[in-house]
């Protein structure tokens, strides 16, 4: 799954493995939660987290989304720099076609997203 993203953060590029985690689209805890590449993000670990929580949502045209009241929140460089600016940014796919995420799935995922925002 990493190895699909070459080793660095889907959202934000980052390309330390330490700080890198597969992270599941569709959560293992629902029956579609499968552990396969195209049900995979790879992230870092704040940016995994931030996914989980719907802090951050990306929807099937692979554009990210901020949480509406985080946007409106001033805090320090993390939150600007590493949350607030990737609005409306486009995710960094694999290179390889086949290991898109699914579009199904992301969309799944982001109505779950919109419902908490
Ligand atoms: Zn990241």
Request: aromatic share 6%; charged share 30%.
């Amino acid at each position: 799954m990493l190895h699909a993203y070459q080793e660095k953060c889907t959202m934000c590029n980052l390309k330390h493995r330490q700080l890198l985690e597969a992270a599941h689209i569709i959560p293992d805890s629902e029956e579609r939660g499968l552990p396969i590449v195209k049900n995979g993000l790879s992230l870092c670990k704040i940016h995994h987290a931030a996914f989980d929580h719907n802090i951050l949502g990306i929807d099937a045209d692979y554009i990210i989304h901020v949480k509406r009241e985080i946007l409106e929140e001033s805090d320090g460089p993390m939150l600007q720099h590493g949350i607030k600016e990737l609005n409306k940014q486009k995710i960094i796919l694999p290179s390889n076609r086949k290991d898109h995420p699914e579009k199904e799935y992301l969309d799944h995922k982001f109505h779950e997203f919109l419902r908490q925002n």
